[in-house]
């Protein structure tokens, strides 16, 4: 019986620039929103939260008693669109750094959708800083000396027996 031919491993292709630059701009607008999120949203909210109960009864709406009743579930409702939308970016920008023109797309898509909320909904030099983030992966990903990175590579013959003889 023949054995499989010894093949040196294939070296990894290197990263165009313009993906690592996306994905470390990708990676710190994610770190910054979760921080925004975390350190002025979310305190913010606790302090609402906290000043209804100087309000008298009257003046609280059905949300705002709720709120005072629950604090933790609408903590917990605030923070969760926010969290799950990091973590799939972050799933995104993972799966594009590997190559995966398909990730590429879709966090295209996504990031232009969260690019014309965040148009829409201007508020301040954050929501600007948020959008010119967004935009700059989205155009980096798009140069063509990132394209060969997302074009499918065939498989490597490494471990992959091939058999002798016709069909």
């Known amino acids: 019986m023949r054995e499989a031919p010894e093949v040196s491993p ?7 620039w313009s993906v690592t630059v ?12 979760l921080g925004t ?4 949203h979310l305190p913010r909210q606790q302090a609402y939260i906290r000043s209804l109960a100087s309000k008298p009864y009257q003046q609280l ?12 579930a609408a903590m917990a409702g605030m923070a969760a669109p926010f969290v ?14 590997q ?3 398909w990730a590429r797309n879709v966090l295209t898509v996504l990031f232009g959708f969260r690019i014309l909320v965040g148009l829409a909904a201007y508020q301040n030099a954050l929501t600007l800083l948020d959008v010119l983030a ?6 980096l990903l798009f140069l063509s000396s990132s394209s060969p990175w997302f074009i499918p590579k065939p ?13």
């Open 10 to 16: 294939v070296a990894e292709e290197e990263r165009p």
């Open 61 to 72: 709406s059905r949300d705002d008693i709720n709120l005072f009743l629950h604090p933790e």
């Open 155 to 167: 498989p490597s013959p490494v471990n992959h027996f091939t058999s002798y003889g016709s069909r």
């Open 22 to 33: 996306a994905l470390r701009v990708g990676w710190g607008y994610q770190l910054l929103s």
């Open 37 to 40: 999120l975390f350190f002025f």
């Open 134 to 139: 967004q935009l700059s992966v989205v155009v």
């Open 99 to 101: 190559g995966r023109a």
């Open 84 to 97: 799950l939308m990091f973590a799939f970016s972050a799933w995104l920008l993972h799966k594009t750094g």
